[in-house]
């Protein structure tokens, strides 16, 4: 199925809960090589580009690490170290420092809570997705942290061409709602950049994956830049990661305290 027109830009709606779960659920990758490119000449059918960014999908069993956050939106700034662990295909879990907030995301469940405010969220993905627009999942958020593209690229028809470093994507049909743009670094044919927009809402979503670690045969992340624009609002998050171990037996302590108060949404 095609995206929503509204996929993506729906993120920039999203406030407290929302930036709660989402910018805190990235990987990265220790000792690593930084991946560099140069100036692409050759021209490469989009197909192949597509068949390519599947055929090299992370394989790993579990990842833990660390992640750091820079989060800005006019004169409010933020910066915090989370603890990270994530079990493929069946967990993801995170940890400010002192546990002061945690979280614990499964295919079937989305659970939280934050000590300083005493309060916790426990349901499934359908209060995200309202806010978003368009239909989120554990896999979704999965595909994000592996720097893959969110939804799959396999079900429309894309125009390509070179573009400095990267190979540029456009659909082949044009949405006067939703404009979408994707970048692919040649090497590895992980995401470079996506970036959506609806111009007519003045709304503008840019995930910027400013360059991979090489850890053996393995590609992950290594700086992110998030842009996200409506009106004349802006909001910037800025995530790196590091200390990245792989397959290691992982356990995910999570227990919501008793006493706090649940988030009710509607």
Known sequence: ??????????????????????IFLFVG?????????????KDIPA?????????NKLDFTTISGKIKIDYSEGSSTQSVGVSFRMKKDQAIWISAPLGVIKAYITPGRVSFYNKLQNEYF?????????????DIDYFKIQNLLTGEALFDLRELKYNAQPNGKYYELTPKKSSEILK?????????YKLARQQLSQPVE??????????YLKYGDRVLPHEVGIMAIESMQRTFIEITYKNIEFDRDLNFPYRIPKGYDEILVK
């Not at 003045?202 to 360059?211: A, E, M, S, V």
């Open 202 to 211: 003045k709304r503008l979503l840019d995930i910027h994956y400013k360059n």
């Open 1 to 22: 199925m095609a995206p929503d027109p509204n996929i993506y830009i729906g993120l920039i709606k999203a406030k407290t809960l929302l930036l709660g779960l989402i």
């Open 180 to 188: 979408s743009l994707f970048f692919v670094e040649p090497e590895n």
């Open 29 to 41: 990758c220790k000792s690593a090589k930084t991946i560099t490119g140069e100036e692409i000449t």
């Open 47 to 55: 197909k192949t580009i597509i068949a390519n960014h599947y055929k």
């Open 122 to 134: 426990d349901g499934d993905f359908s209060y995200f997705s309202d806010i978003l627009g368009f």
